[in-house]
């Protein structure tokens, strides 16, 4: 008899999950904590590293494209009220990923460590291309805006991303010991 993988390892757990009010309440102010002490002690890796675009993606992989696009709305604003930029630059950037990873999300549950960093390093490198280019339309370019700085930027999502994946994945999927359970009767073959 096959025992079923837990669901922390199988590919993004279950897809539609349910998030409680308390739960992204909390996540928005982990979110907008992380940035404003970011901010404030580390500005430099501020630039490189955005907690909320990896909370985006994580909600909107788990639930529909239009939740996605709300979730990517807050805590874009959120990093836009907290930080100090433009208002609605990363609102629109980070609504336009959560659309696109909430339609998407059932070709993006990809198996893997490998799949997981290749997702989150796309959808952060569309992330700073899409600010950039606002920036840029509005006549506010940035001083740093290089393949290096995209590149850069993509690399410690992904990495940062899988890490947090896995971490929120075992709080709110926690493994299930089947081996256990009375009721399941041992394969006498």
Request: glycine share 8%; proline share 5%; net charge positive.
């Amino acid at each position: 008899m096959k025992r079923p993988r837990p669901a922390a390892e199988s590919s993004w757990a279950p897809l539609q999950a349910r998030f409680s009010r308390t739960e992204i309440l909390i996540l928005l102010l982990l979110a907008g904590g992380f940035e404003i002490l970011l901010s404030r002690a580390l500005p430099d890796l501020r630039r490189y590293f955005d907690l909320p675009l990896i909370l985006v993606l994580y909600l909107a992989i788990h639930s529909t494209a239009a939740k996605g696009a709300f979730w990517g709305t807050s805590f874009g604003l959120l990093s836009d009220l907290l930080v100090g930029t433009l208002l609605g630059l990363n609102g629109l950037s980070k609504t336009l990923i959560g659309y696109l990873v909430g339609l998407l999300r059932v070709r993006a549950a990809a198996e893997g460590v490998l799949g997981r960093m290749l997702l989150l390093a796309a959808a952060a490198a569309l992330d700073t291309v899409l600010m950039v280019a606002i920036l840029d339309l509005l006549g506010h370019p940035l001083r740093d805006s290089s393949v290096s700085f995209i590149a850069i930027r993509s690399c410690v999502a992904a990495a940062a991303g899988v890490f947090i994946f896995r971490g929120y994945d075992r709080i709110k999927f926690p493994p299930k010991d089947f081996s256990r359970n009375p009721m399941v009767e041992e394969d006498p073959f």
